[in-house]
């Protein structure tokens, strides 16, 4: 399955982002489509600049308070792929790029992401320490540990593969 996902999205999607920019050419003309790739190009490299040092301030702002920066984090992996959209030439990847690249549509996105991932993964914070600490169980079973692997402040983590 996710063979043919990465295919599709390796092979098939710069198809259909060309045919978009020549269909797009041939209706606008080539000086408009191309001066539209490059602006989007420009103010999406600025735009991801300021928006990453955003999220590295409020990064750095939890790491002071004593929390897991989380959000933080997942914001900068959004941003960061919202910058590599944004530098590739094409208008279905510029949209996408743009749409991570706003918080508040990067906020509806990020919700979706993480119940996602709730589903494929099973999350258990453990401790009443302030700073905390958190284990994660993956299992496409039903069977989830009940209590940690771990009593202290070590974070230990064992990958199996489950067939």
């Known amino acids: 399955m996710l063979f043919l996902w990465l295919l599709g999205l390796f092979l098939i999607f710069p198809f259909v982002e060309l045919a978009l920019l020549l269909w797009m050419a041939a209706h606008v003309g080539w000086l408009p489509t191309l001066a539209l790739v490059v602006v989007t190009a420009i103010v999406g490299a600025a735009e991801v600049r300021r928006e990453g040092f955003r999220v590295w301030i409020r990064f750095n702002e939890q790491l ?6 989380t959000d933080a984090m997942f914001d900068g992996l ?50 009443t320490r302030r700073s905390g600490s958190a284990w994660w169980f993956y299992s496409t079973h039903s069977a989830v540990p009940r209590e940690s692997p771990c009593e202290d402040d070590v974070l230990d983590v064992e990958f199996r593969r489950v067939r």
Not at 64 to 69: N, S
Request: aromatic share 8%; glycine share 8%.
């Open 64 to 69: 002071a308070r004593g929390e897991l920066p």
């Open 78 to 127: 959004l941003v960061l792929v919202a910058g590599v959209l944004l530098l590739t030439p094409g208008l279905i990847t510029d949209v996408i790029g743009f749409a991570l690249l706003f918080p508040p549509t990067r906020h509806v996105i990020k919700l979706a992401l993480r119940r996602y991932l709730q589903q494929r993964f099973v999350f258990t914070t453990v401790g």
